[in-house]
């Protein structure tokens, strides 16, 4: 067996279920679970009807690694529209490729990206907290995770001018998250612009993870991402930039399984051409229900719309009971807020409200500077409004409690 795989943690859930073991909640409370990112909106009827028409014909042939020109087209044209990108900036036939959601795609692109040959260990450079495939596909691709802290101090962005010129020398991949998990950080073109540089300067590759891109609260203002940071910036051929996105929380599927990745067109026909062998294409029914979904923003609207009464209901609640502001995070669906002790939290609100958060010291790595999850909790606000609500007054609860 592949040694590498010892250096893998557990996953953060096998963790909090492992924390919870024993507990036994109040049997008159229905649980409400907040630790995954699961979106459970109801997601619109048209992609469910796309998918059954296509469901038929599309058994009989296999995919292709590519992609269907149509989803590639739709993929671009989104890109160009949402990023404000001149009309045929992106490629759809060199820089698009369609993927069976971004975990999948986050963890491929290690692989087909790190080049292990080198004499010094390479390293992958990540922020801290964060989502852990980038973690494992590190390891497995024989690289260093290096982890750059976020924390209240650095506005929940990492300094990547702390970074000194020996490790970026060693870096390959710079994986950015941007509106973050957990903190719901936003990232400005300004920031942007500056991993460019270094990029540029040093030759790694950025990855930036934009799968929360959709799920923002002023609705004038979207977060820039990487493309469109590149492009203004004179990279028009988005030279050693990748970006990641999905229909998961857009559209609120993550049962479909389908995203993609884009960016610099020699990076992604090497990446083509690790995906051919690794046998991951999209399946066609897949791809035929997700070309509606990338033209249509009125349901992505709608999204916004749910997750801003949620954030608006449930956060005063909630710093109240704490006796402390919270703000609502830019972006994304999970609350970030202080607490003692995270694991304590997260066991003893189970046990006494039956609402399940996840501690988050199980979402980063300890460093010389410490873990920057100790002491907080992630709140995934994915649940209706209604049960949110409701989870929200327990936890209150539980913290006049304590």
Known sequence: MNPRLDLLHPYPFERLRSLLAGATPPPGLRHIPLSIGEPRHAPPAFIAAALEDALQESLGSYPVALGLPTLRAAIAGW?????????????????????NGTREALFSFVQAAVDASREARPLVLMPNPFYQIYEGAALLAGAEPRFLGCTPDNGFLPDLDAVDAATWSRCQVLFLCTPGNPTGAVMPESYLRRALEL???????????????????????????????????????????????????????????????????????????????????????????????????????????????????????????????????????????????????????????????????YLARDTAAGNPGHGRVRISLVASVEDCDEAARRIANFIRSQ
Not at 82 to 88: D, M, S, V, Y
Not at 302 to 325: G, S, W
Not at 351 to 360: N, W, Y
């Open 79 to 99: 890109l160009e529209r949402r990023f404000t990108l001149p009309a045929g900036a992106v490629n759809p036939d060199e820089m698009v490729l369609p993927v």
């Open 199 to 361: 990029s540029a300067r040093h030759g790694f590759i950025i990855a930036s993870d934009e799968c929360y891109s959709e799920l923002y609260f002023d609705e004038s203002a979207p977060p820039p991402g990487l493309l469109q940071a590149a492009h203004r910036a004179g990279n028009t051929a988005f030279e050693r930039c990748t970006v990641f996105h999905s229909l998961s929380k857009r559209s609120s599927v993550p049962g479909l399984r389908s995203g993609f990745v884009a960016g610099d067109a020699r990076f992604m026909a090497r990446y083509r051409l690790y995906r051919t062998y690794h046998g991951c294409a999209v399946p066609l029914h897949t791809q035929a229900a997700s070309v509606p979904a990338w033209n249509d923003e009125a349901h992505v609207r709608e999204n916004r719309r749910m997750y801003r009464e949620k954030f608006h209901r449930v956060t005063p609640v909630i710093a109240a009971a704490l006796q402390q502001e919270l703000a609502i995070p830019a972006g994304g669906f999970y609350l970030w807020p202080p607490v003692a002790d995270d694991e304590a939290f997260a066991r003893g609100l189970f046990v006494q409200q039956h609402v399940t958060v996840l501690p988050g010291r």
